[in-house]
């Protein structure tokens, strides 16, 4: 990616389009990922593109439309960090919800060769103390 900014919107592109290809491109070869679905944790590229290609053929007949909140990023001449929360959720063909999550994302960059890749990208959903359940 062109700037670590840039990545909310190539993240929300790649999920909408389903682009499997767009979003692969965005994590570097040594990601580390740890994610509140199946996996705990993720390592290196071969496993997140595996996770995508399994992710983006289960919604390959959803609409499915990311909105991105509070995305904060700060970066120098090398490495960087991002932090938001994000809204996936499902949309019948007349566009109405069918179901969503809310999650919170931290996601760290470095620059190689002129290009910014996320190394690190934590994902997390807030729990309610008295019930154990995800906050949604």
Avoid at 34 to 60: H, K, P, Q, R
Avoid at 83 to 90: G, L, P, R, W
Wanted: glycine fraction near 4%; charge should be negative; proline fraction near 1%.
């Amino acid at each position: 990616m062109r700037l670590p900014q840039d990545f909310t919107s190539l993240y929300k592109t790649a999920v909408e389009n389903k682009d499997k290809q767009l979003m692969c491109s965005l994590y570097h070869k040594n990601i580390v990922f740890y994610d509140v679905w199946n996996d705990f944790s993720l390592n290196g590229i071969a496993n997140i593109t595996s996770m995508i290609n399994s992710w983006f053929d289960s919604i390959s007949s959803e609409n499915v439309l990311v909105d991105f909140e509070n995305s904060e990023t700060i970066f120098d001449g090398s490495a960087g960090f991002s932090t938001c929360s994000f809204k996936f959720s499902a949309q019948s063909d007349q566009g109405v919800e069918i179901r969503h999550i809310k999650e919170r994302m931290t996601v760290c960059f470095i620059k190689e060769n002129e290009e910014w890749f996320v190394t690190n990208q934590h994902t997390s959903v807030p729990i309610h103390m008295d019930t154990g359940l995800g906050i949604f």
